[in-house]
């Protein structure tokens, strides 16, 4: 049962256009959303995060949008970079389970010069 | 900064041989998370741990155990390694002390083959 899903595996973009990831997620009990970013032979680092009282969190060019009543969030990258190319994970959390994470799958973003 | 460093980056291991992995920490970070990624998977939750001493199952426990005695430290131990534990491990550690909205911080990553 996965509750936090990336349905698309990958996306190209263009550099300089707007990428855009998207998330959805089952599970109405999740109050802490997070976007991390993952090189090849690396660990994940984190990027933005935003709490579900909010519907936008923005820390420079990454700005994430969360709607909850469609159970979705979007991390937008305005402008996009060659080195935002990555696999960016959406997670989610809820209260009173330990600070456990719930991952969706990852969606691979190749940002052409 | 926070700091999680994993003993290895790249291990290889034989069927049935016991294999240990190490993660330390050292922000005095009360939870520690032990996740295998593969691909189309995500990332899939272990063993967690919010204490010395204290263990909790993840998501995919079977043929994994933990240890963690030290605080800054968290063992992930696989019993007999079988060629579907063949993955990238990754270790974690988040603040705790109550609050949801935790960030975790994740090590390098060990990658293990198992053959």
């Given at each position: 049962d996965q509750q936090v899903k990336q349905n698309s595996p990958s996306l190209s973009v263009q550099e300089g256009r707007i990428s855009i990831l998207n998330c959805d997620y089952?599970?109405?009990?999740?109050d802490y959303f997070l976007w991390y970013k993952k090189y090849p032979a690396e660990g994940p680092t984190f990027l933005i995060s935003i709490s579900s009282i909010k519907d936008k969190n923005e820390d420079g060019r990454f700005t994430v949008f969360l709607n909850k009543s469609a159970k979705h969030l979007s991390l937008h990258i305005v402008?996009?970079?060659?080195?935002?190319?990555a696999v960016y994970f959406c997670a989610a959390s809820m209260y009173n389970q330990g600070g456990k994470l719930i991952f969706g799958q990852g969606t691979e973003l190749s940002v052409k010069p | 900064d926070v700091k999680v460093t994993q003993s290895s980056r790249y291990l290889v291991k034989r069927t049935g041989e016991k294999v240990f992995l190490e993660c330390v920490q050292d922000?005095?970070?009360?939870n520690m998370f032990w996740y295998r990624q593969d691909p189309g998977l995500g990332l899939r939750l272990i063993y967690f741990s919010y204490d010395v001493k204290m263990k909790e199952k993840g998501d995919i426990p079977e043929g994994y155990s933990v240890s963690r005695e030290k605080k800054e430290r968290f063992s992930l131990i696989l019993e007999s390694a079988s060629t579907n534990q063949t993955s990238m491990y990754l270790c974690a550690s988040s603040l705790a002390?109550?609050?949801?909205q935790e960030t975790q911080y994740f090590g390098p990553g060990t990658r293990l083959l198992v053959l």
């Open positions: 089952t599970n109405s009990m999740f402008p996009s970079q060659p080195g935002d190319s | 922000m005095d970070h009360e002390g109550g609050s949801t």
